[in-house]
């Protein structure tokens, strides 16, 4: 079984950088992407991020397309997301989760949220002044 840690949340003003880690460990070595999810309260869960095991594939919701930058570690077992230009609306839990790679992880400009098998617990971003 796959779990998975994320760490790195916190207060910032807006304009601010934050940087997520996601550390997984597994008894198994297998391939899997990683994606991004943040709920904020009252709202839907929402797709921010998602990269390819190799890391050479990655794509990003419109609403931090070029200001979010999710890369892989895979020696350090380690998914960051690099949030710059932080708004208020980036406010949220966000959460990683592990899709096997035989699935699509974006679609029509969406980060997918199905078929994903393992979920982090959550760290909290607050963007605010």
């Known amino acids: 079984q796959l779990q998975l840690v994320e760490s790195g949340g916190g207060l910032v003003q807006p304009g601010g950088s934050l940087r997520l880690s996601c550390v997984y460990s597994s008894d198994i070595k297998y391939d899997y992407k990683i994606g991004w999810f943040r709920q904020a309260p009252g709202k839907e869960r929402e797709g921010v991020s998602c990269i390819s095991h190799s890391g050479v594939t990655t794509n990003y919701a419109d609403s931090v397309k070029g200001r979010f930058t999710i890369s892989r570690d895979n020696a350090e077992n380690t998914v960051y997301l690099q949030m710059n230009s932080l708004k208020p609306e980036d406010t949220a839990v966000y959460y990683c989760?592990?899709?096997?790679?035989?699935?699509?992880?974006?679609?029509?400009?969406?980060?997918?949220?199905?078929?994903?098998?393992?979920w982090g617990q959550g760290t909290q971003v607050t963007v605010s002044s």
């Open positions: 989760a592990a899709l096997d790679t035989g699935y699509k992880c974006y679609d029509g400009g969406l980060i997918l949220e199905d078929e994903y098998f393992s």
